[in-house]
């Protein structure tokens, strides 16, 4: 305790604002001192909250306590009946202190009829920078007071939201960078189908998680840098302009027996027009037009199968430089002829697994299938570097699906036979314990691999096998 005393203040007051309200509160019994340095703590984390009588006193004496001194963040985590006047005095008191971040994560159980969400005042104010709402808030309770000057970043996770609304708030946050999208109610009184608009000249950074399938999104967002959308395909997407982005994530998450009906053969789901998931599958291919200025794009397995329902419309990804595709050996790589056709300036491939579903339109991309023109998709693709990740190393045949096999050795093999470019590969792969075996194994097989094919693979490459990110070993070829 004497240690501590004889810190000085900030630094007491630093290592207070690491605790709940709740805990620093506890310090102030301590002594005197204690009492004053609690009342400074920047930042006011009220976690637990009941909304019970004695819960809300000791919020009220503590904001009593701190006075108007200046404060940073404050946090409101809790459930039960929300005291709505309460808790818009707590925020009032906490606007006039200068709070820049505010986040509300309060899960109302009062039955919704009963609710009444809205803490208005947490929409005008000229100082907040970033605010978090979560669960229960239902946004369409705002009344067009909006006024945000400041705020950067906007992160809403299981809130109500009604598309005028919504249009109306993006409008009151000229300075708007950062916005997540977080399993999102899109309400539009009884219309199903939904026309979400997201414009917003300053934003940089879109993450979408979980957003309705009735869904049809239009994109006005210039200054886009990085786009991460994780949910299953909406209606439709309208993309306008997002000339400067950099990064996209895409992962269309998507349900087994979906995959199942893409695969049929095009005629048989071009004709019928119930058929609602394969048309939205098909307009995914609009959400990649949109993001073809991207300079490192990430797939996930589903969205590469999703993919393979547009191969033709798929656009010229010109900008294009980094491309990582996560596989798994459920889903089928019918999309990687096309898409690596399409990336004429490629510079780094990232496959994160090997395996995939065989299915007889990859073959041009692997080796899984034996056909005539058998890797012409790679002979036109520029890459200089390729990343294996998560490399199994074994040296058995993998069956993949009904009779049909392949190694990843052959795999490996095959790139280096057909990619023109390419200068090195990396092959990464981890310890694991009691199958450590398995790295001498996998090394062996890459010598005998490069040994066996030495005067038929592009030249000048260098092969490493990395494990656990730590080089093992090196090869070359001529
Ligand atoms: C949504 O947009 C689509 C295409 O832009 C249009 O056909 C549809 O009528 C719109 N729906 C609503 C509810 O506005
Ligand atoms: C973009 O926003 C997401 C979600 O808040 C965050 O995890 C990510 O780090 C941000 N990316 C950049 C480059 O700022
Ligand atoms: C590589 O060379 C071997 C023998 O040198 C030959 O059998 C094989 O067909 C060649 N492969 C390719 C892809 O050219």
């Not at 709505?84 to 707590?90: P, Y």
């Not at 920078?129 to 009344?143: A, E, M």
């Not at 109610?185 to 979400?196: I, R």
């Amino acid at each position: 305790m004497d240690l501590l005393n004889n810190l000085p203040e900030e630094i007491l007051c630093h290592i207070l604002s690491f605790l709940t309200t709740k805990e620093a509160a506890l310090t102030s019994v301590l002594s005197k001192r204690w009492r004053n340095l609690f009342a400074f703590v920047p930042n006011l984390h009220i976690d637990d909250c009941d909304f019970r009588q004695s819960f809300m006193e000791f919020v009220d004496r503590v904001l009593a306590l701190q006075g108007n001194s200046p404060i940073k963040k404050f946090y409101l985590g809790g459930m039960g009946g929300i005291d709505i006047d309460r808790v818009s005095c707590w925020i009032q008191n906490v606007m006039v202190r200068g709070v820049s971040e505010i986040v509300l994560s309060i899960f109302d159980d009062t039955p919704s009829a009963d609710r009444n969400h809205m803490f208005p005042k947490v929409f005008q104010n000229k100082k907040l920078v970033k605010l978090t709402l979560s669960y229960g808030f239902d946004i369409r309770l705002v009344d067009g007071s909006i006024f945000l000057p400041t705020l950067k970043t906007l992160i809403l996770h299981l809130v109500s939201v009604s598309v005028d609304t919504f249009d109306i708030l993006l409008h009151a946050l000229p300075a708007l960078e950062e916005l997540v999208l977080d399993d999102i109610d899109w309400k539009d009184l009884d219309d199903l189908d939904v026309n979400v608009t997201l414009s917003s000249a300053s934003l940089k950074n879109l993450t979408i998680n979980y957003c309705g399938s009735f869904v049809t999104y239009s994109f006005d967002t210039p200054s886009l840098a990085y786009f991460c959308y994780s949910s299953y395909a909406a209606e439709d997407y309208s993309v306008a302009k997002t000339e400067n982005l950099f990064e996209a994530r895409i992962s269309v998450l998507v349900h087994g027996g979906d995959i199942w009906r893409a695969r049929l053969p095009h005629n048989i789901w071009f004709e019928d027009e119930e058929d609602n998931v394969i048309n939205q599958f098909s307009n995914v291919g609009n959400l990649m037009n949109g993001i073809r200025n991207v300079r490192c794009l990430v797939l996930s397995p589903d969205t590469l199968e999703v993919l393979s329902v547009c191969c033709e419309s798929l656009p010229v990804f010109n900008n294009l430089k980094s491309l990582t595709i996560t596989s798994n050996d459920n889903r089928g790589w019918q999309a990687m002829p096309a898409l690596l056709r399409n990336c004429p300036h490629l510079e780094t491939l990232v496959l994160e697994g090997l395996l995939h579903h065989v299915t007889d339109k990859c073959g041009d991309a692997c080796d899984c299938v034996s056909r005539e023109e058998k890797g012409r998709s790679l002979t036109s693709c520029p890459v200089k570097v390729l990343e294996i990740k998560g490399f199994h190393g074994t040296t058995k045949e993998i069956h993949l699906y009904q009779k049909k096999k392949t190694k990843e050795i052959h795999m490996i093999k095959h790139f280096l036979d057909y990619f023109p470019c390419l200068k090195e590969i990396k092959i990464y792969m981890e310890e694991d314990g009691p199958r450590q075996l398995r790295v001498p194994e996998a090394s062996e097989g890459i010598a005998k691999m490069m040994m066996e094919n030495y005067n038929n693979m592009s030249s000048g490459c260098n092969v490493q096998l990395l494990v656990s990110g730590n080089l093992y070993k090196k090869w070359w070829t001529p």
